[in-house]
């Protein structure tokens, strides 16, 4: 994709650079104890919830948070499918991270579900993998500067 003669990065692009593809997942009827474990095993802040290929939902900590320790709820008999979101907010792999930043911004999001054609999930994008990505962007843009500056261009 190109804007203006400068490459657009989709969100396939951004998935391609991350050091690590997988995706977490674990089904509605697990206990939010099991979700928090692996949540904090894997050093992560959102599972995708889902029935077989299906995306059901996402839980967060911010659900965990919100629904459980707020409510003096369990997390030992509450099942993921009573504190997830049901209403997943997902993206296609050919999305601008732009698309994906304004999306997370206007929506309060933190996590994005990138789903496929046939709505298979392929992938899960972050607002610290779009930040991340920002960054690379504007020091790729500042070296270049400064070799053109040094008269390096050519």
């Known amino acids: 994709m190109e804007r203006r003669g400068v490459a657009v990065k989709t969100v396939m692009h951004l998935l391609q650079s991350k050091p690590s593809q997988a995706v977490y997942t674990i089904t509605p009827a697990a206990t939010v104890l099991e979700a928090i474990t692996l949540m904090a095993d894997k050093g992560i802040g959102a599972l995708v919830v889902t029935e077989g290929d299906r995306v059901v939902g996402i839980i967060s900590e911010r659900d965990y948070a919100r629904k459980v320790v707020l409510m003096e709820r369990s997390s030992y008999d509450t099942a993921v499918s009573d504190i997830m979101s049901s209403q997943v907010v997902h993206v296609g792999p050919e999305q601008s991270t732009e698309q994906c930043m304004t999306l997370m911004t206007e929506r309060r999001l933190r996590h994005l579900p990138v789903l496929d054609e046939a709505q298979r999930l392929i992938g899960l994008v972050s607002i610290g ?26």
Request: aromatic share 4%.
């Open 129 to 154: 993998d779009l930040v991340k990505d920002v960054i690379s962007e504007q020091q790729n843009i500042i070296d270049h500067l400064e070799q053109y500056i040094r008269g390096e261009h050519g």
